[in-house]
T-cell receptor, first 114, second 116 residues
Framework: NAGVMQNPRHLVRRRGQEARLRCSPM?????VYWYRQLPEEGLKFMVY????????ESGMPKERFSAEFPKEGPSILRIQQVVRGDSAAYFC????????????FGSGTQLSVL | AQSVTQPDIHITVSEGASLELRCNYS??????LFWYVQSPGQGLQLLLK??????LVQGIKGFEAEFKRSQSSFNLRKPSVHWSDAAEYFC??????????????FGKGTKLSVKP
């Protein structure tokens, strides 16, 4: 059973471009969480999705950021018009059920904005 | 406000020595408590968690942690550190009753270096 798969591992974008980060949860998991890790910081919650629904986006910046988790396919975190401050590691975690007892994390996508 | 504090940014111990990483939390409700380890370039791996019951919990790789409600602490310990334990360690707190927020609040991490 493969773990949580994130791709790409590294993503380089120029300011103003769009970044798309993908997360395939573990098999049988329908709950996905996105976290962002800035340098020298712990992970900060961004958004929680269940298939086709955004459950909690309280940690998501109001502009330029969006997330989806379609019925088929991976969850996507989309950042439009990236700025240097978006440079960070973005982690996805999945769970089989609601709640946080059994979160499994992916290896992350390192976004670098030039 | 809900928060997790890891007072030590960086700790260096000798291989074979004992280890204690500190974690204090501020949380309105009875929390779930977690310790995760992150090796360079890797995602987070769960070491152990506390939900209820015995306040001393055992985890993987020989780690343990003790929940002390009176001190709002959940310190991580290991009796004898191995060189492979060098990594960054994160304490996290979560809402026991989830609700619509199954998210975790993380501390800033403690980086552990191990001397030969």
């Amino acid at each position: 059973n493969a773990g949580v798969m994130q791709n790409p591992r590294h993503l380089v974008r120029r300011r103003g471009q769009e970044a798309r980060l993908r997360c395939s949860p573990m098999k049988g998991h329908s709950h996905v969480y996105w976290y962002r890790q800035l340098p020298e910081e712990g992970l900060k919650f961004m958004v929680y999705l269940q298939k086709e629904n955004i459950i909690d986006e309280s940690g998501m910046p109001k502009e330029r950021f969006s997330a989806e988790f379609p019925k088929e396919g991976p969850s996507i975190l989309r950042i439009q018009q990236v700025v240097r401050g978006d440079s960070a590691a973005y982690f996805c975690a999945s769970a089989k059920s609601r709640g946080n007892e059994k979160l499994f994390f992916g290896s992350g996508t390192q976004l670098s904005v030039l | 406000a809900q928060s997790v504090t890891q007072p030590d940014i960086h700790i260096t111990v000798s291989e074979g020595a004992s280890l204690e990483l500190r974690c204090n939390y501020s949380y309105g409700a009875t929390p779930y408590l977690f310790w995760y380890v992150q090796s360079p370039g890797q995602g987070l791996q769960l070491l152990l968690k506390y939900f209820s019951g015995d306040t001393l919990v055992q985890g993987i790789k020989g780690f343990e942690a003790e929940f002390k409600r009176s001190q709002s602490s959940f310190n991580l310990r290991k009796p004898s550190v191995h060189w492979s334990d060098a990594a960054e360690y994160f304490c996290a707190v979560g809402d026991r009753y989830g609700g619509s927020q199954g998210n975790l609040i993380f501390g800033k991490g403690t980086k552990l270096s191990v001397k030969p």
